[in-house]
């Protein structure tokens, strides 16, 4: 069950049709040393949040607007475009002193910014990632960078038709129903090497954003063929309803974990790595490098075995890892969680846990000393390093 706050900001967005979702980095917290503390919002978040005042590119200007926040905290603040020299974003700031939800503990929550009226908001600061979790579900939006949008007119519109769009409208038209989340994983590779032909020469970082954003809009596709029928009909009982909801919301939530699990998967085998899945080895750890045999084998060092967590998300769940291949005391977590505050990082580290993060996800988690982030390419390379691979 979501809490009171995630619960407000759902109900909040389905009601006014829109929202802006935007996980919160370094830079808005003022951790960077940019001296622009504040709240980054997307240049396309005009539509949604500022029909009236669309960009411009060589001017700035600023709006007046009011913010409630968490159904309970106002603030007079502004939005502020800048479009001149090489800036081109929108900047929510002026909250006032003690203004208590942009901190360094703030960062990697999600912020849910709804417009309710012309230069009226409610915002939203939601820290648990089963919160989040739920957000997206409900509103059908899957965060795959920093931010998204939601616009309740845009939930089941048409894609743009491209060649990996057209392989996916090829393969649902034979579908009768939605496929295991392994088929979908694998279809998705299937489209992208085919249309992408420089594929094979990507980053690692690079290939795994490319198969989890197009899969979640194939999986957008099937949703449209599948679930229209399902929502159009007339419910018989209210049992019936909430049946219908919960079986898709469970569904959105639990594929984007298989998908990271799969698409990794895909990496390391690609990768010559080799690895077990969820041996049973003093708990069961996600993935295990090069795999049981060698765990068990009390000849082999250490140095040379790799627990990773597969976490889509990983900052209420990052201690399961620490408990898992006993054995082994430096363990890693893969994840695409998009920013922690330095006190997790610091226990991860002081926990001798390392995160392995997507490289364009890096500027999102602020800097520990002696804390090491690795990209995907970056502990491969040092797993084939250490494997003589």
Known sequence: MPSEIADLALNDAIRHKNALLKFVSPNDAGLTGSHQCGFYLPKSAHRVLLPNFPPKDEENFTIQVKVLWQNEYGTDSTIKWYGKKTRSEYRLTGFGRGFPW???DNVGDLLVLVRTGDALFHAYMVSLNEDIADIQAGLGVEI????GLYEESDQFAEKESNCIHDKFDSYIKQLVDFPDTATISAKTLEAIVSCIKTFARKELDKKLML??????SFFQMME?????????HPFQSVDEFIATASRMLNRRKSRAGRA???H???LFHDANIPFDTRPKVDGQPDVLIPGKAEYENPSWPEEHLFVVGMKTTCKDRWRQVTKEAGRVTKKYILTLQKGISANQITEMRDSNVTLIVPKNLHGMFPTVK??????????VNTVKTRLGL
């Open 370 to 379: 002696g804390m090491e982030l690795l990209s995907i390419q970056g502990f």
């Open 264 to 266: 990794v998967g895909f």
């Open 224 to 232: 449209k063929k599948f679930c229209l029928n399902d929502i159009m």
């Open 144 to 147: 795959i960078n920093t931010w």
């Open 260 to 262: 990271l699990e799969n």
């Open 102 to 104: 942009l901190t360094a």
């Open 211 to 216: 198969l989890m954003e197009n899969e979640y």
